[in-house]
T-cell receptor, first 114, second 108 residues
Framework: DTGVSQDPRHKITKRGQNVTFRCDPI?????LYWYRQTLGQGPEFLTY????????KSRLLSDRFSAERPKGSFSTLEIQRTEQGDSAMYLC????????????FGPGTRLTVT | QKEVEQDPGPLSVPEGAIVSLNCTYS??????FMWYRQYSRKGPELLMY????GNKEDGRFTAQVDKSSKYISLFIRDSQPSDSATYLC????????FGKGTRLHILP
């Protein structure tokens, strides 16, 4: 299967711990996006990369959040000092640069902060 | 007013019925309009996208965009129980904005 993959699928952590999620995009896609989705809401944009460059970050992305895409392939999203309000589904999507309206999503990482 | 408004439902219809799902929006700069389907605890799956106004058909699915009214629709013909999911509308100017999603139940 050559779709977007995310790891882990589920993560339970205690408040104050750091967590890191990984996303592997579709191989020929140069754009990679991170979204957050809470229950009953649509995905909310967090940040995106074109190749290895992080081009935009949402106001939702506080200082505790950091994302990287060091070689323009996979990406990581780290949350430091997790809070209960960080509990959500974290979704990764990828697209070709010239068709960013056509984004393909991974299965998501469900984070629960206790 | 939110940029994209979508009735969260739930919407329950009998199998075989035509389903109509809708969104309204306020930003006239939106040019691309997408519909995603999301099953429980899964990532969204792109169903269709439309550029500007008009209709687009793909199998049992038809997307309509009316930019003059800032209103988009997704029609599902001959609905099946497997169509039961949350349907998200999404729109793009410099980034994609999603609606909240409408939960759809197709009753066998």
């Amino acid at each position: 299967d050559t779709g977007v993959s995310q790891d882990p699928r589920h993560k339970i952590t205690k408040r104050g711990q750091n967590v890191t999620f990984r996303c592997d995009p579709i191989s020929e896609h140069n754009r990679l996006y991170w979204y957050r989705q809470t229950l009953g809401q649509g995905p909310e944009f967090l940040t995106y990369f074109q190749n290895e460059a992080q081009l935009e970050k949402s106001r939702l992305l506080s200082d505790r959040f950091s994302a990287e895409r060091p070689k323009g392939s996979f990406s990581t999203l780290e949350i430091q000092r997790t809070e209960q309000g960080d509990s959500a589904m974290y979704l990764c999507a990828s697209s070709r640069g010239d068709s960013s309206y056509e984004q393909y999503f991974g299965p998501g990482t469900r984070l629960t902060v206790t | 007013q939110k940029e994209v408004e979508q009735d969260p439902g739930p919407l329950s219809v009998p199998e075989g019925a035509i389903v109509s799902l809708n969104c309204t929006y306020s930003n006239s700069a939106f040019q691309y309009f997408m519909w995603y389907r999301q099953y429980s605890r899964k990532g969204p799956e792109l169903l269709m996208y439309t550029y500007s106004s008009g209709n687009k058909e793909d199998g049992r699915f038809t997307a309509q965009v009316d930019k003059s009214s800032k209103y988009i629709s997704l029609f599902i013909r001959d609905s099946q129980p497997s169509d039961s999911a949350t349907y998200l509308c999404a729109m793009r100017d410099d980034k994609i904005i999603f609606g909240k999603g409408t939960r759809l139940h197709i009753l066998p």
